[in-house]
């Protein structure tokens, strides 16, 4: 395990790594059928907070396996075997989010013992990793150790968090500190040593991959809220164009997704990875949010919800604009600013108010979530008639800068 090279040809995910994914679409989908029903009965801080820490646990699992395995990955029946581990470890996180959700419901007692022990046992897994870098890579082995010694270092602190028995703001601050520790490990080694040889297109493509997962909640969200109609008002002319706007809602923002070839500005911007990486954290939590936010349309629409129409359509809009408004952020970060991404901005922000407010004001929910649906079509829209040449000459410079 002395790294990969870094400039492969043609490096592509694996069958293992696409197998490990895997578990990820059932994490996102407990999260958000806890999250659609605590938004639905109006328990907006469980929903909140419940969500985010365990969407949070579930990406930040991921991200760690996605950079140590563009780097090392060897596939030998060692590393296949601590993979395994891994995946245990996120079933057991999984399995941990309903009772984080209940405990909040019913107290201020957060019941996070279930989620934390799984991600012990998918730490368990990556220090085993760190450890057989720093013993067989010369080269690596100062990064490996920073990484290994960070990882044991919020070990212990992960499994005070799971003895003790404490409040909800207490153990949201022990975890918050947990997590600046497994984010400095990463820092600190690819910024002081020689780093670690990931790969930038093979990154850009596992990132890829995990937002195609997260988006899957967006296409069950819409079997929901179809099923909800149908169920409701039997197959009509807006139970079709509700259904066909949803799923052109997911497919613009995988569209959105791949506007930019990431990878050929990841290696370009080697360095800027760290922002783009960890603020895919949101981008992923935002993806899944969306479906979610759809699964309120259809609890809403079928009478099972208790909350105002306001509140329903705001589930949908809040996760889609921080999608959106996500998404161009992190490309201008990786290309350079472009004026219209203001622009771009703007008529999101102004699209998706617009849709709650129709939605408050008494108009038909499905009206005004066709509304917010317009946001991300704007943008693909308006990248298909003027973003290619800006794009390309963008790209063009960034590879003469980094030639130079």
């Known amino acids: 395990m002395t790294g990969r090279d870094p400039h492969q040809q043609g490096r592509v ?64 029946w060692f590393f296949r075997v601590n993979v395994l581990v891994q995946m245990v470890g996120v079933a057991i ?47 690596h082995r100062r990064a490996a150790l920073i990484y290994l010694s960070a990882t044991l270092i919020a070990q212990v602190g992960w499994v005070a968090v799971l003895i003790a028995d404490m409040s909800f703001v207490p153990t949201v601050f022990a975890m918050l500190a947990c997590v600046v520790i497994e984010m400095s490990g990463p820092f600190i080694a690819e910024t002081t040593t020689g780093g670690t040889p990931w790969h930038p297109h093979h990154i850009a493509e596992r990132y890829a991959l995990l937002t195609i997962i997260t988006l899957g909640e967006g296409v069950v969200g819409t079997v929901a809220v179809l099923e909800a109609l149908i169920g409701t008002q039997g197959w009509t002319v807006e139970t079709a164009v509700l259904g066909l706007a949803a799923m052109a809602v997911t497919f613009a923002m995988w569209w959105m997704y791949f506007i930019v070839p990431t990878g050929d500005a990841l290696h370009a911007r080697r360095r800027r990875s760290f922002p783009w990486g960890y603020g895919h954290i949101i981008i992923f939590i935002a993806a899944a949010g969306v479906g979610a936010g759809l699964h309120v349309a259809a609890l809403y629409i079928e009478h099972e919800a208790h909350i105002g129409p306001g509140i329903v359509v705001a589930t949908f809009a809040i996760p889609l604009g921080v999608y959106c408004l996500g998404m161009l952020t992190i490309y201008d970060y990786l290309l350079d600013f472009d004026p219209i991404t203001l622009a771009l901005g703007l008529a999101t922000v102004v699209l998706l108010g617009v849709s709650v ?48």
């Open 357 to 404: 407010w129709l939605a408050a004001a008494g108009v038909s929910v499905v009206v005004a979530l066709l509304v917010a649906i317009l946001a991300p079509v704007v943008i693909v829209v308006s990248d298909e008639l003027v973003g290619a040449g800006r794009r390309e000459t963008a790209l063009r410079a960034l590879s003469e800068r980094s030639a130079s």
């Open 13 to 76: 995910a694996t069958n293992l790594e696409l197998f490990y994914d895997l578990v990820f679409v059932v994490a996102f989908s407990v999260a958000g059928t806890q999250v659609a029903h605590a938004l639905a009965e109006g328990h907006y801080k469980v929903a909140v907070f419940g969500y985010l820490l365990s969407t949070f646990a579930a990406t930040w699992a991921w991200i760690n396996f996605a950079w140590f395995a563009s780097a090392f990955d060897t596939d030998d």
């Open 93 to 139: 996180i999984a399995l941990g989010m309903p009772p984080i959700f209940s405990s909040l419901a019913h107290g201020d007692h957060v019941d996070n013992r279930v989620l934390v022990l799984g991600y012990i046992v998918m730490r368990i897994g990556m220090v085993t990793q760190w450890a057989r870098v720093a013993f067989q890579s010369a080269e």
